[in-house]
């Protein structure tokens, strides 16, 4: 079955610095692939849409240069953290998917981020 | 944009008791996932249905879909201790390529 990677799986950093965190897809091309925000007690927002090779589409209300993301590669995306500040604090998750060759929405394992 | 409304947004049921999630689209259901999960881990997939009408179980949990209401419910029989989480629903658009999240349902099963 398809498998998507999540690394890390939680992060402490400090107020100021930048965190990556990367989605892989294992064992297959992943065309598209979502990025995912969950405050404690809520449910899982979608803050981005990234197609390979082209910029990622933000939801409203998602600072595209506070939370970059990129996808240069089928099997590769990135999501960077600048300049972290405590109310980043929360719990990020991805999906991976290729609708064309029926592979649905795959999701990682999440990411816990602690920014002190 | 598409909205998934979850109901309950919480949920505490004795052990033993039957209970049930709803989730309603704002706009066509294409297809309705169900997950669980406890915050700040990853999803657990519970089942999948893409047809009006479908019903399918696993276990003591059985969701239903109701196209035409756009809506689908989760139900669990006989719940237990180890039912507790968070229960989410999350659909596709295929007209936005978007993967969306239900609201949530926060469920506490007491023992």
């Known amino acids: 079955g398809a498998v998507v990677s999540q690394h890390p799986s939680w992060v402490i950093c400090k107020s100021g610095t930048s965190v990556k965190i990367e989605c892989r897809s294992l064992?297959?091309?992943?065309?598209?692939m979502f990025w995912y925000r969950q405050f404690p007690k809520q449910s899982l927002m979608l803050m981005a849409t990234?197609?390979?090779?082209?910029?990622?589409?933000?939801e409203q209300g998602v600072e595209k240069d506070k939370f970059l993301i990129n996808h240069a590669s089928l099997t590769l995306s990135t999501l960077t953290v600048t300049s972290a500040h405590p109310e980043d604090s929360s719990f990020y998750i991805c999906?991976?998917?290729?609708?064309?060759?029926?592979?649905?929405?795959?999701f990682g394992s999440g990411t816990r981020l602690t920014v002190v | 944009s598409q909205e998934l409304e979850q109901s309950p947004q919480s949920l505490i049921v004795q052990e033993g008791k039957n209970l049930t999630i709803n989730c309603t689209s704002s706009?066509?259901?294409?297809?309705l996932y169900w997950y669980k999960q406890k915050y700040g881990e990853g999803l657990i997939f519970l089942m999948m249905l893409q047809k009006g009408g479908e019903e399918k179980s696993h276990e003591k949990i059985t969701a239903k879909l109701d196209e035409k209401k756009q809506q689908s419910s989760l139900h669990i029989t006989a719940s237990q201790p180890s039912h507790a989480g968070i229960y989410l629903c999350g659909a596709d658009n295929p007209g936005t390529y978007k993967y969306i999240f239900g609201t949530g349902t926060r469920l506490k099963v007491l023992a």
């Open positions: 999906s991976a998917s290729n609708r064309g060759i029926g592979y649905g929405y795959t």
């Open positions: 990234s197609n390979e090779g082209s910029k990622a589409t933000y």
């Open positions: 706009k066509t259901l294409y297809g």
């Open positions: 064992d297959f091309q992943a065309t598209t």
